[in-house]
């Protein structure tokens, strides 16, 4: 029977493939990602990462910079050092929290402690998560998607809100 028989749809060609978008590329804007660790092979390795990701990576190696840029403008995404919050005070992420869109950024600690208490301790300063040193770039990434779901839920929210106002007003 003709009409039962199995057709295979024809498959796309190779040049019609390579052409098609990134679906990352697609759905991320370049996101706002400051790098504040005083381990230069560390920060390399963000900073590679996090490009390769699509964000616009900013870098610096001490807690009174990455507080200076924070104040000028907050970024979507905070990775730091646990050292340089210590170093600092655990109120650099409470001053980051504090300023105006600083409650929006995501802040992820780096940390080389397991301890529960010391986690915990990270968490309740204002830390959204945490990556264990040495980092794994495989867990690195895993968590930078986690990360990056957060941003776009945050970012979402506020278009929500203002666009609420918005209509308030009108």
């Avoid at 024809?10 to 370049?30: C, E, I, Y």
């Avoid at 910079?65 to 924070?70: D, H, I």
């Avoid at 504090?98 to 802040?107: H, K, L, Q």
């Amino acid at each position: 029977d003709p009409s039962r028989r199995n057709v295979t749809p024809p498959r796309p060609s190779t040049a019609a493939v390579r052409q098609l978008p990134n679906p990352a590329a697609v759905t991320q804007s370049r996101m706002r990602t400051l790098v504040a660790d005083e381990d230069a092979t560390s920060r390399a390795l963000l900073e590679q990462v996090l490009g390769s990701r699509g964000h616009d990576v900013t870098a610096c190696a001490d807690g009174d910079t990455a507080w200076t840029l924070c104040q000028a403008d907050p970024p979507a995404l905070l990775l730091v050092s646990s050292t340089l919050l210590e170093t600092h005070g655990v109120p650099l992420t409470r001053r980051i929290r504090a300023i105006p869109g600083g409650d929006r950024t995501v802040i992820l600690a780096l940390t080389a402690s397991a301890q529960p208490s010391s986690l915990q301790a990270l968490l309740q300063a204002g830390c959204n998560d945490y990556l264990m040193r040495p980092l794994d770039e495989a867990v690195l990434k895993v968590r930078l998607a986690i990360a990056e779901l957060g941003v776009r839920q945050e970012t979402r929210a506020k278009h929500t809100v203002e666009s609420a106002r918005r209509l308030s007003f009108a």
